[in-house]
């Protein structure tokens, strides 16, 4: 029987809680948030008593090491200072992207995790998703040719931007992190992976378009509770939650409401200005991109290209890699593959029929804590997502917002 604990019990921790819990070989010892409703929800979905939970992180590292692993998914800028203190203090890590706000940062945490001989895997959960991975099985296979050049897009989608990155926690890069790195780290990652190159140098371009003050309607108010515009804009938060909150993937809403279709309950809680949900999306203080481009060169001459947009009707990502023999297209919406051998016949591979279990990230959240859970217990592990794996996917983010802030001057790597 193996133990962990987890710091930072939001939409990510409490998550890897219940997979942990569902495989009846873990026990949650030890919880903490800075937010008492957090917690509260810790005690009614995993019943771990309430002296076990902690609101100061500085009295959860102060009481020392309390389980074999720690989850660690708190707010971007506190990975560094959490992941060094949990390694010193003994434990594994299950690392939740990105690694930490800086390559530095990142060097320093996968260092310390060597020299200790501390096993860190990051959340880069999409390697572990059956969808990736018969694309990657199918590169390495060798019948398509060798891969030239990839592209990707990561489609937001239109009420997930409004809701993470404009009104939500990701929304002001000086709070969390950039969007090239808060919510593209695993394409980035995923191109790093299924081409196998160490990428050499990147250019990028983007822009915070559409959701600022600009384009807000005439005479519309700062909450959407209170203006007069309502009922005529797709983001007044009553209309967006009402009803579809649960079916848009906003499961924020059991967490905080408890019932998600309880449209008298959502309303309450919208009708308050201490709700940044409440806020009109054009009024927030979200800096960071609503659409980027960006371009990789990997050795060999390989290129390959991400669009990540906030305009998309559907939240999904679409990969077409282009190889010398074949090319291989893929939606992750219908979790439907398409490999085609030049002059040959296609392939059509429909995922959802291949393999069970293609909820969360396609299904690799949960492989993923599989694999953690192997590793820990010393049983055998692929270890898709070692720390070390993940460096450069890391760098490859930083360089991508480096050069947009200097007008998409090419950043060698």
């Avoid at 609101?55 to 989850?71: I, N, R, S, W, Y």
């Avoid at 990839?150 to 409004?162: D, I």
């Avoid at 905080?256 to 308050?272: L, M």
């Avoid at 992750?332 to 029929?353: C, H, I, Q, R, W």
């Amino acid at each position: 029987m193996k133990t962990y604990a987890v710091i930072g019990y939001g939409g990510r921790g409490s998550l890897y809680a219940r997979l942990l819990n569902g495989r009846g070989d873990f026990t949650l010892t030890a919880v903490c948030d800075i937010n008492p409703d957090k917690l509260d929800k810790a005690v009614r979905d995993t019943g771990i008593s309430r002296d076990k939970t902690f609101t100061d992180p500085e009295k959860f590292f102060a009481a020392g090491k309390q389980a074999d692993a720690l989850v660690l998914s708190t707010m971007d800028r506190t990975h560094y200072a959490y992941a060094i203190r949990a390694l010193n203090s003994g434990y594994d890590l299950l690392l939740e992207k990105p690694i930490a706000e800086s390559a530095e940062e990142c060097r320093a945490i996968y260092e310390l995790c060597r020299k200790l001989n501390r096993k860190v895997e990051v959340c880069h959960v999409l390697r572990y998703s059956p969808f990736y991975a018969l694309i990657k099985q199918k590169i390495d296979g060798g019948e398509l040719g060798k891969v030239v050049t990839v592209t990707q897009t990561e489609n937001v989608g239109w009420y997930h931007q409004a809701h993470s990155f404009v009104r939500g926690n990701w929304g002001n890069s000086e709070k969390s992190s950039p969007m090239i790195l808060q919510k593209c780290c695993h394409d980035m990652d995923i191109l790093y992976y299924l081409i196998g190159k160490d990428c050499k140098a990147v250019s990028s371009f983007g822009s915070l378009t559409y959701f600022t003050r600009d384009n807000a309607p005439e005479g519309s108010a700062d909450y959407c509770f209170m203006c007069p515009c309502a009922d005529e804009c797709i983001f007044n938060c009553m209309n967006l939650y009402k009803k579809s909150g649960a079916a848009n993937g906003f499961l924020f809403l059991t967490d905080y409401y408890g019932d998600a279709d309880d449209n008298a309950a959502i309303e309450r809680h919208f009708s308050d200005k201490n709700n940044r949900f409440a806020r009109c999306v054009y009024k927030c203080d979200n800096d960071v991109v609503d659409h980027q481009v960006t371009n990789l060169l990997f050795d060999d001459g390989v290129t390959a290209q991400l669009t990540m947009t906030a305009f998309s009707a559907e939240i999904t990502r679409v990969i077409k890699v282009h190889l010398t023999k074949g090319e291989i297209v893929g939606d992750m919406g219908t979790n439907t593959l398409t490999f085609t051998p030049f002059g040959g016949e296609k392939e059509v591979v429909d995922v959802s029929a291949f393999t069970a279990g293609l909820a969360g990230h396609g299904g690799g959240d949960a492989r993923l804590v599989d694999d953690f859970a192997a590793l820990l217990e010393g049983k055998d592990a692929q270890i898709l997502t070692d720390i070390g794996k993940s460096l450069m996917s890391h760098q490859m983010c930083y360089a991508a917002e480096e050069s947009r802030r200097n007008g998409g001057k090419t950043v060698l790597l």
